[in-house]
Protein backbone atom coordinates (compact mmCIF):
# COMPACT_ATOMS: atom_id res chain seq x y z
CA UNK A 1 0.00 0.00 0.00
CA UNK A 2 1.22 3.46 -0.78
CA UNK A 3 2.86 5.50 2.18
CA UNK A 4 3.97 9.10 2.87
CA UNK A 5 7.53 8.65 3.71
CA UNK A 6 9.40 11.21 5.60
CA UNK A 7 12.78 11.65 6.82
CA UNK A 8 14.85 11.96 8.43
CA UNK A 9 13.52 10.56 11.98
CA UNK A 10 15.05 12.14 14.10
CA UNK A 11 16.53 15.38 13.84
CA UNK A 12 18.72 16.96 16.25
CA UNK A 13 19.60 21.11 16.02
CA UNK A 14 20.80 23.38 18.08
CA UNK A 15 18.83 26.78 18.70
CA UNK A 16 19.26 29.17 16.04
CA UNK A 17 19.72 26.77 13.24
CA UNK A 18 17.84 25.97 10.14
CA UNK A 19 15.72 22.85 9.41
CA UNK A 20 14.66 21.37 6.13
CA UNK A 21 12.45 18.78 7.14
CA UNK A 22 11.22 16.17 4.25
CA UNK A 23 8.11 14.63 2.79
CA UNK A 24 7.16 12.54 -0.32
CA UNK A 25 3.42 12.29 0.07
CA UNK A 26 1.51 9.81 -1.73
CA UNK A 27 1.89 9.92 -5.54
CA UNK A 28 -1.62 10.44 -6.64
CA UNK A 29 -2.35 12.80 -4.00
CA UNK A 30 -3.70 16.60 -4.15
CA UNK A 31 -3.86 17.94 -0.78
CA UNK A 32 -0.80 18.05 1.58
CA UNK A 33 -0.59 18.96 5.69
CA UNK A 34 2.54 19.54 7.90
CA UNK A 35 1.15 18.72 11.84
CA UNK A 36 3.07 18.99 14.50
CA UNK A 37 2.99 16.87 17.99
CA UNK A 38 4.50 18.56 21.39
CA UNK A 39 5.48 15.55 23.49
CA UNK A 40 2.39 15.32 25.82
CA UNK A 41 0.26 17.29 23.80
CA UNK A 42 -2.52 17.00 21.06
CA UNK A 43 -1.39 16.97 17.06
CA UNK A 44 -1.75 20.50 15.60
CA UNK A 45 -2.49 21.53 12.39
CA UNK A 46 0.60 24.17 10.70
CA UNK A 47 -0.01 24.47 7.14
CA UNK A 48 -1.79 22.75 4.00
CA UNK A 49 -1.14 23.26 0.86
CA UNK A 50 -2.86 22.54 -2.93
CA UNK A 51 -2.09 23.63 -6.04
CA UNK A 52 1.20 24.87 -5.47
CA UNK A 53 0.57 27.22 -2.81
CA UNK A 54 -0.56 27.74 0.68
CA UNK A 55 -4.38 26.90 1.20
CA UNK A 56 -4.48 27.42 5.08
CA UNK A 57 -2.14 28.04 7.74
CA UNK A 58 -3.01 28.12 11.50
CA UNK A 59 -1.39 30.61 13.95
CA UNK A 60 1.63 28.49 14.72
CA UNK A 61 2.87 29.00 11.41
CA UNK A 62 4.85 31.84 11.20
CA UNK A 63 7.26 33.77 9.09
CA UNK A 64 9.71 31.27 10.69
CA UNK A 65 8.27 28.41 8.79
CA UNK A 66 7.98 27.85 5.06
CA UNK A 67 6.77 25.31 3.00
CA UNK A 68 7.92 24.13 -0.68
CA UNK A 69 6.99 21.87 -2.95
CA UNK A 70 10.45 21.59 -5.35
CA UNK A 71 9.68 19.58 -7.62
CA UNK A 72 6.65 16.90 -8.12
CA UNK A 73 6.95 14.60 -5.39
CA UNK A 74 8.92 15.95 -2.43
CA UNK A 75 6.73 18.20 0.41
CA UNK A 76 9.37 20.12 2.32
CA UNK A 77 8.93 22.11 5.90
CA UNK A 78 11.51 24.13 6.55
CA UNK A 79 12.18 26.31 9.95
CA UNK A 80 14.24 29.40 9.49
CA UNK A 81 15.90 30.40 12.87
CA UNK A 82 14.75 27.54 15.41
CA UNK A 83 13.61 27.69 19.29
CA UNK A 84 13.48 25.43 21.96
CA UNK A 85 10.10 25.11 21.56
CA UNK A 86 9.77 23.76 18.02
CA UNK A 87 11.10 20.46 19.47
CA UNK A 88 8.15 18.26 18.27
CA UNK A 89 7.40 15.56 16.24
CA UNK A 90 6.41 16.77 12.58
CA UNK A 91 3.99 15.19 10.87
CA UNK A 92 2.96 15.09 7.02
CA UNK A 93 -0.04 13.78 5.61
CA UNK A 94 -1.50 13.93 2.67
CA UNK A 95 -5.50 12.83 1.01
CA UNK A 96 -7.20 12.74 -2.24
CA UNK A 97 -9.63 15.54 -2.68
CA UNK A 98 -13.12 15.67 -0.79
CA UNK A 99 -14.24 12.97 2.20
CA UNK A 100 -11.39 10.70 1.63
CA UNK A 101 -8.78 9.38 4.41
CA UNK A 102 -5.88 11.80 5.84
CA UNK A 103 -2.79 9.63 5.13
CA UNK A 104 -0.11 10.53 7.60
CA UNK A 105 3.78 9.43 7.70
CA UNK A 106 5.87 8.57 10.58
CA UNK A 107 7.01 11.79 11.84
CA UNK A 108 10.27 13.28 12.07
CA UNK A 109 10.86 14.08 16.22
CA UNK A 110 12.90 17.86 15.93
CA UNK A 111 14.89 17.68 19.10
CA UNK A 112 16.12 21.72 19.64
CA UNK A 113 19.01 22.22 21.86
CA UNK B 1 -12.17 27.86 17.29
CA UNK B 2 -13.27 24.62 17.74
CA UNK B 3 -11.97 22.01 20.32
CA UNK B 4 -12.28 18.27 20.84
CA UNK B 5 -12.49 16.92 24.57
CA UNK B 6 -11.20 13.40 24.87
CA UNK B 7 -11.69 11.41 27.96
CA UNK B 8 -10.96 9.38 29.47
CA UNK B 9 -7.13 11.05 29.27
CA UNK B 10 -5.72 7.78 30.87
CA UNK B 11 -7.09 3.74 30.97
CA UNK B 12 -5.80 0.57 32.02
CA UNK B 13 -7.58 -2.17 31.58
CA UNK B 14 -7.10 -5.75 31.65
CA UNK B 15 -7.40 -8.40 28.57
CA UNK B 16 -10.81 -9.64 28.01
CA UNK B 17 -12.69 -6.36 29.46
CA UNK B 18 -14.46 -3.64 27.51
CA UNK B 19 -14.25 -0.29 27.42
CA UNK B 20 -15.78 3.55 25.95
CA UNK B 21 -13.98 6.07 25.49
CA UNK B 22 -15.45 9.62 24.59
CA UNK B 23 -15.20 12.53 21.97
CA UNK B 24 -17.09 15.69 22.70
CA UNK B 25 -17.43 19.10 21.50
CA UNK B 26 -19.67 22.36 21.60
CA UNK B 27 -18.86 22.63 17.99
CA UNK B 28 -20.80 20.58 14.88
CA UNK B 29 -18.70 18.50 12.35
CA UNK B 30 -19.31 17.49 9.32
CA UNK B 31 -17.60 14.32 10.08
CA UNK B 32 -15.74 12.66 13.24
CA UNK B 33 -12.62 10.76 12.62
CA UNK B 34 -10.65 8.35 14.58
CA UNK B 35 -6.89 6.90 14.60
CA UNK B 36 -4.89 4.83 16.35
CA UNK B 37 -1.04 6.04 16.97
CA UNK B 38 1.78 3.73 18.21
CA UNK B 39 4.96 4.94 20.08
CA UNK B 40 7.04 6.42 17.04
CA UNK B 41 4.70 5.75 14.20
CA UNK B 42 1.98 8.29 12.55
CA UNK B 43 -1.53 8.10 13.58
CA UNK B 44 -3.14 5.37 11.41
CA UNK B 45 -7.18 5.91 10.13
CA UNK B 46 -9.49 3.79 12.25
CA UNK B 47 -12.89 4.89 10.93
CA UNK B 48 -14.88 8.16 9.72
CA UNK B 49 -18.19 8.76 10.26
CA UNK B 50 -20.01 10.83 8.71
CA UNK B 51 -24.24 10.69 9.61
CA UNK B 52 -25.53 11.82 12.68
CA UNK B 53 -25.92 8.78 14.59
CA UNK B 54 -23.83 6.93 12.55
CA UNK B 55 -22.55 3.28 14.13
CA UNK B 56 -19.73 1.61 12.30
CA UNK B 57 -17.93 -1.26 13.47
CA UNK B 58 -14.69 -2.69 12.69
CA UNK B 59 -14.22 -5.93 14.27
CA UNK B 60 -14.40 -5.48 18.22
CA UNK B 61 -14.59 -2.09 17.55
CA UNK B 62 -17.94 0.03 17.47
CA UNK B 63 -17.98 3.65 16.52
CA UNK B 64 -20.92 6.01 17.25
CA UNK B 65 -21.68 9.29 16.07
CA UNK B 66 -23.56 11.56 18.37
CA UNK B 67 -26.73 12.73 16.67
CA UNK B 68 -26.25 16.39 16.49
CA UNK B 69 -22.49 15.75 15.00
CA UNK B 70 -21.16 17.12 17.76
CA UNK B 71 -19.69 13.76 19.75
CA UNK B 72 -18.49 10.07 19.45
CA UNK B 73 -17.51 7.11 21.25
CA UNK B 74 -15.60 4.19 20.64
CA UNK B 75 -16.42 1.10 22.02
CA UNK B 76 -13.82 -2.03 22.48
CA UNK B 77 -15.06 -5.08 23.16
CA UNK B 78 -12.94 -8.02 24.85
CA UNK B 79 -10.11 -5.78 24.72
CA UNK B 80 -6.84 -7.12 23.64
CA UNK B 81 -3.34 -6.48 24.52
CA UNK B 82 -2.65 -5.34 20.70
CA UNK B 83 -5.59 -2.58 21.27
CA UNK B 84 -2.84 -0.44 23.50
CA UNK B 85 -2.19 2.67 21.95
CA UNK B 86 -3.06 6.19 22.03
CA UNK B 87 -6.99 6.48 20.40
CA UNK B 88 -7.15 10.25 18.58
CA UNK B 89 -10.77 11.79 17.75
CA UNK B 90 -10.31 14.41 14.85
CA UNK B 91 -12.92 16.60 13.32
CA UNK B 92 -12.97 17.79 9.91
CA UNK B 93 -15.49 20.15 7.74
CA UNK B 94 -15.83 20.31 4.24
CA UNK B 95 -14.04 17.85 2.79
CA UNK B 96 -10.33 19.07 2.67
CA UNK B 97 -10.37 21.58 5.52
CA UNK B 98 -7.58 20.78 8.39
CA UNK B 99 -8.84 18.19 11.16
CA UNK B 100 -9.16 19.70 14.77
CA UNK B 101 -7.97 16.76 17.04
CA UNK B 102 -8.36 15.59 20.31
CA UNK B 103 -5.71 15.37 23.34
CA UNK B 104 -6.34 11.12 22.85
CA UNK B 105 -7.10 8.67 25.00
CA UNK B 106 -3.92 6.36 26.54
CA UNK B 107 -5.11 2.86 26.50
CA UNK B 108 -2.98 0.08 28.06
CA UNK B 109 -4.50 -3.49 27.98
CA UNK B 110 -2.38 -5.87 30.04
CA UNK B 111 -2.49 -9.28 29.91
Known amino acids: EPEVTQTPSHQVTQMGQEVILHCVPISNHLYFYWYRQILGQKVEFLVS????????KSEIFDDQFSVERPDGSNFTLKIRSTKLEDSAMYFCASKLPLRTPLHFGNGTRLTVT | TQLLEQSPQFLSIQEGENLTVYCNSSSVFSSLQWYRQEPGVGPVLLVTVVTGGEVKKLKRLTFQFGDARKDSSLHITAAQPGDTGLYLC???????????FGKGTRLSVIA
Open chain 2, 90 to 100: AGGNSGNTPLV
Open chain 1, 49 to 56: FYNNEISE
